[in-house]
């Protein structure tokens, strides 16, 4: 599954304040950890306010908070906002594919969307955080 760019800058968003809820940072502060723009950036931000995974403060000192549950919200729910997963999961043979073989492929690649969707909504956000501390690098 090929994310949009959008959906990576919400991931390494929502997976940076996940880490520490508490813990108040700007949209310069994540773009330039994770080397993108912070125009893009903003709106990620914006809709992820609006589900309510995020929290917003203005001013000097604002910036963003995660306001979910990284123990409820899965990698999945963060993915469909950006992505039309569905349509992904739909069956349809392309133009001059309506053959056996290219049903049985077609079968075959929506049967793969959905396992990979299953994998999705089975990762939530502190499992994934619990993955990168076991992993994190001691040099950093």
Do not use: W
Request: net charge positive; aromatic share 4%.
């Amino acid at each position: 599954m090929k994310l949009q760019k959008a959906t990576r800058c919400a991931l390494f968003a929502i997976l940076e304040l996940a880490r520490d809820p508490e813990r108040q940072i700007s949209a310069a502060e994540i773009a330039e950890s994770y080397g993108i723009s912070v125009n893009h950036l903003a709106k990620v931000l914006r809709d992820l306010t609006r589900a309510g995974l995020v929290e917003a403060t203005r001013g000097a000192g604002g910036g963003y908070r995660f306001s979910g549950n990284a123990k409820r919200t899965t990698l999945y729910q963060v993915i469909e906002m950006f992505e039309d997963v569905a349509a992904s999961r739909t069956v349809r043979p392309e133009a001059g594919d309506d053959s056996d073989m290219g049903r049985a492929l077609g079968r075959v690649l929506a049967e793969i969307d959905g396992i990979t969707v299953s994998t999705l909504k089975s990762i939530t956000l502190a499992t994934l955080l619990k993955i990168v501390r076991r992993h994190a690098r001691p040099d950093l």
